[in-house]
DNA sequence: TAAGTGTACTAAGGCACATGGTACAGTCTT
DNA sequence: AAGACTGTACCATGTGCCTTAGTACACTTA
């Protein structure tokens, strides 16, 4: 599934939280899929259930999963995302792209490299 | 300068460097331009002087500014950017790509989108 | 009924962050 | 030579977040 990085400084739900995005965002989750539960992947990843259970919580509230008491937690669709999260993202892509013309890359280098993204990106239809 | 936001949940030595970062790629800070000393800055953003020293400290790894004991720290040129850096960037402009991808952003909007951020970028030749 | 689901608490410990203080070596101005 | 400025290096302390552990409750499903 995913692995966590104890050397990492960021906290374990925030790499709880990026692990499960990317798994969405890339297909290998899709939409409407159960995901596991909070003390199946707790017992997987050998941490607490509530570590997971906080990153579930903010996963829901910037739309990447809805919950059903006593069902479980399913990933959301494409367009249920939040606009923070959106606006967030759109800030990391401008940081990141401007830092990288400073450093040398050119607009065609980048670009390329949104194709390959997008490549990687809704394999799943 | 840049102002500190201690509602974030990042540090503020991370807001500290993020901040003097920016002001470096836009071309606001010119390369070997003398930097704010650390008792200096820390008077202006009123915080502590180790706390900044912490943020000198890790750009100076990173190629972006340095230092000369006695004299101060200076602004670094554009080809000194660390390798390490320029993968960290890379690694979070594809995650941000692929990701705007997926909430339905089309690869014509990003490549716009970094368009703008190069004519922010080097506006100091 | 029993097992599994999300959810909500509380208590405790660990750790990074930030502060305050002191000190030293080097550079520059006077 | 003296003083003011630079970066740098400690140490001790307090705070807040993260994480764990444990318990409990409402709901769904087999």
Do not use: W
Not at 3 to 20: F, H, T
Not at 36 to 49: E, F, H, K, Q, Y
């Amino acid at each position: 599934m995913f692995s966590l990085n104890y050397r990492d400084a960021r906290p374990i739900y925030e790499q709880v939280k990026e692990g499960l995005r990317r798994l969405m965002v890339t297909g290998a989750i899709q939409m409407g899929e159960k995901l596991p539960s909070v003390r199946a992947l707790a017992g997987t990843l050998a941490i607490n259930p509530n570590t997971i259970q906080r990153a579930y919580e903010a996963l829901e509230q910037e739309g990447y999963l809805y919950t059903i008491v006593g069902k479980g937690s399913f990933a959301a669709g494409k367009g249920d995302g939040s606009l923070a999260r959106r606006e967030t993202l759109l800030g990391q892509f401008d940081a990141a792209a401007t830092e990288l013309l400073f450093l040398g890359m050119t607009t065609e280098e980048l670009a390329h490299r949104i194709q390959k993204a997008n490549g990687r990106e809704g394999q799943a239809r």
